[in-house]
């Protein structure tokens, strides 16, 4: 119906082409179908001008509200597709989303609020296995430069943390200006859970005394203390 109105309108296949980014046997073809369909002539070719019948004016008369409304559906499927915000889930550790991506979160909602963020809370091992497993968009996570490098994922450095041991003033271990693991193995420890990277990747080496262990936010003492 859009070719045969462009035409009555236009007068010419050429010029209704144009009008609707088709070219002029696209135009051509759809009028040779409305012809068809409804069993009669529509246009007229008259040299380079083209001239609608009494058919083709009745028909177009008809299609009109159809084309407008046509029109109105689409305008408001595509205003109300842009209120759907694109989703992102985002795989981290409790204290990374607190310190570190906190700016970068406000920030991201401010430029698009329409984005539906989810933050799931994960160790770093576990973090990383949900962006592989596709349960994540990406992740935030601890990882060790020595670790093996998993050839589905793309790994970016966005910034280093180096372990610190924290203890009262007081304590033996701030008198040294440099510390060694060995130090710490005459003291009990706070860690996180077995799952942490201090845990599996640094202090297991060890046989440090764990006075306490903390995981999902709160803290338990280990049964063989």
């Known amino acids: 119906f859009r070719g045969l109105q462009a035409i009555i309108r236009l007068g010419s296949f050429s010029a209704a082409a144009r009008d609707l980014g088709l070219t002029k046997a696209s135009v051509w073809q759809q009028v040779r179908a409305l012809e068809e369909e409804f069993g009669c002539k529509l246009v007229q070719s008259l040299g380079r001008r083209a001239q609608p019948t009494l058919d083709g004016l009745r028909l177009a008369r008809l299609s009109s509200p159809l084309v407008e409304g046509f029109d109105s559906i689409k305008a408001a499927f595509t205003a109300e597709q842009s209120q759907v915000g ?98 710490l193995l005459d003291h009990p420890l706070l860690l996180p859970g077995p799952a942490a990277n201090c845990r599996s990747n640094r202090a297991s080496d060890f046989r440090c005394p764990v006075a306490c262990r903390s995981q999902s936010g709160r803290a338990t003492a280990p049964r063989d203390q």
């Open 86 to 183: 694109a989703s992102l889930s985002v795989a981290t550790t409790p204290s990374c989303l607190a310190h570190e991506l906190r700016g970068t979160v406000l920030k991201v909602r401010d430029a698009f609020p329409q984005a539906q963020l989810t933050f799931q809370d994960r160790n770093s091992p576990a973090a990383i296995e949900l962006l592989e497993s596709g349960e994540a968009d990406i992740a935030v996570a601890a990882r060790f430069e020595e670790w093996p490098q998993k050839p589905k994922l793309d790994f970016l450095p966005l910034t280093e943390h180096p372990f610190a041991v924290v203890a009262p003033e007081s304590h033996p271990l701030m008198t040294s200006r440099k510390l060694k693991l060995t130090q």
